[in-house]
């Protein structure tokens, strides 16, 4: 795990293959290897995802940072939810977004800070074009986490098992300007991370 964002609130640490076999021996590896407490509420999908995540990540070992990331709330040391990626970018230059958090820390601000966050660091990456997202119609507070990073409606289709799905974009002439972050290390395949921002 050599790959960090930070935001003014939470680390963003990218996910890799020993860390996820840590915890699915036990939580506690897991914790000890993040310095962060890891609640049982995580993950927020279920324990079924950390395996799939595995295999995903052997099954592309040059994925870089597109990949999940560990959200983790810095004062309180706590593992509240993942963010990241569903791949590289496509042959458009478009990465899709996705995230989650715990129930007790949504409602604060932390998807947004997370989300914009992860938007920013694909935008510093010269292949990438625009970020998409979806979301699903009741999907109300993750709607409100994209419009506020800048993604407006897309459009939508009908997806076989979850019915109606909302499309979400940002491109990269549209995008707002960058929050503060600062990225520490370099992702496995990916270009070094730019320098932090003046404070």
Known sequence: MTFRIATSRLDLILEDIAALEAFSESPAKLASLLGAQVPPQWPVCGADVIAYVI???????????????????????MLIGDG???????????????YSLIEAYRG????????????DWAFHQPD????????LPD???SQAVLKKIGMVLDGEYRHPDDGRVF?????????????????????????????????
């Not at 990540?57 to 940072?65: A, R």
């Not at 604060?108 to 914009?116: K, M, N, P, R, S």
């Not at 990438?128 to 979301?135: D, I, K, L, S």
């Not at 503060?180 to 932090?196: H, L, N, S, W």
């Open 55 to 77: 295999d995903w990540l052997k099954s592309d070992p040059e994925l870089g940072g597109f990949g999940a990331y560990f959200i983790i709330h810095r004062a309180d040391r």
């Open 84 to 98: 990241g990626f569903k791949g590289r970018p496509n042959q458009y230059g478009e990465v899709e977004l996705g």
């Open 167 to 199: 499309r979400w974009r940002l491109d990269r002439q549209n995008r707002p300007p960058p929050r503060k972050i600062i990225a520490a290390g370099t992702p496995p395949g990916a270009p070094p991370p730019p320098p932090p921002p003046p404070a």
């Open 128 to 135: 990438v074009t625009a970020v998409r997202a979806e979301t």
């Open 108 to 119: 604060q601000g932390y998807a947004t800070e997370a989300a914009g966050a992860l938007a």
């Open 139 to 141: 999907g109300l507070a």
